[in-house]
């Protein structure tokens, strides 16, 4: 099956960890996102990546950090400095970064502080 | 920049009726407009999109939506309500012109179909 593989689903992070979130796609596809999903405010975008081994931030990058080492999987790391990290975070693909092509998504990966 | 605005927070509608979900956006380019569906705890799943061409765009599940580029709106709509519809209903854009472009979202509709 063709598409996009976050995990894990959920994740529990203790107060001062990093921890790293997965995303890997089968789909051939150039460009990756990171959006953070809080309830009221849509999708807010982390971090984009329009070629192996490039990437930028977003709208909301501080705290995080990514890493692009090959096509078919971007990486996205919670960092103790995120102050506020619990969130529903998606992963999304496409094959431009931008145009007319849509974006596909992730299941999420739903991050809770403890 | 470019912006999206979902006005309702939620839409209620009877199972069988019609139903419409507002979207405005603001670009300073040719707009590319996007509807995603999103169900509890999953990822968004795209439903159509306005490139160029015929106003009205044809997509999954029997969705379709208006692209009106004097009220600036691109709203959801589908004849016959099904219970299964109901979720949450997210508005994006991005700007036409070349180089990276952002897609931005809006803060998304909930749709609550009652039987």
């Known amino acids: 099956d063709g598409g996009i593989t976050q995990s894990p689903k959920y994740l529990f992070r203790k107060e001062g960890q990093n921890v790293t979130l997965s995303c890997e796609q089968n789909l051939n596809h150039d460009a990756m996102y990171w959006y953070r999903q809080d309830p009221g405010q849509g999708l807010r975008l982390i971090y984009y990546?329009?070629?192996?081994?490039?990437?930028q931030k977003g709208d909301i990058a501080e705290g995080y950090s990514v890493s692009r080492e090959k096509k078919e999987s971007f990486p996205l790391t919670v960092t103790s400095a995120q102050k506020n990290p619990t969130a529903f975070y998606l992963c999304a693909s496409s094959d431009r970064t931008g145009g007319s092509t849509e974006a596909f998504f992730g299941q999420g990966t739903r991050l809770t502080v403890v | 920049a470019q912006s999206v605005a979902q006005p309702e927070d939620q839409v209620n509608v009877a199972e069988g009726n019609p139903l419409t979900v507002k979207c405005t956006y603001s670009?300073?380019?040719?707009?590319?407009l996007f509807w995603y569906v999103q169900y509890p705890n999953r990822g968004l799943q795209f439903l159509l999109k306005?490139?160029?061409?015929?106003?009205l765009v044809k997509g999954s599940y029997g969705f379709e939506a208006e692209f009106n580029k004097s009220q600036t709106s691109f709203h959801l709509k589908k004849p016959s309500a099904l219970v299964s519809d109901s979720a949450l209903y997210f508005c994006a854009v991005r700007d036409g012109n070349t180089g990276f472009q952002k897609l931005v979202f809006g803060t998304g509709t909930r749709l609550l179909v009652s039987p």
């Open positions: 306005y490139i160029t061409g015929d106003n």
């Open positions: 670009v300073s380019g040719n707009p590319y």
């Open positions: 990546s329009q070629i192996v081994n490039d990437f």
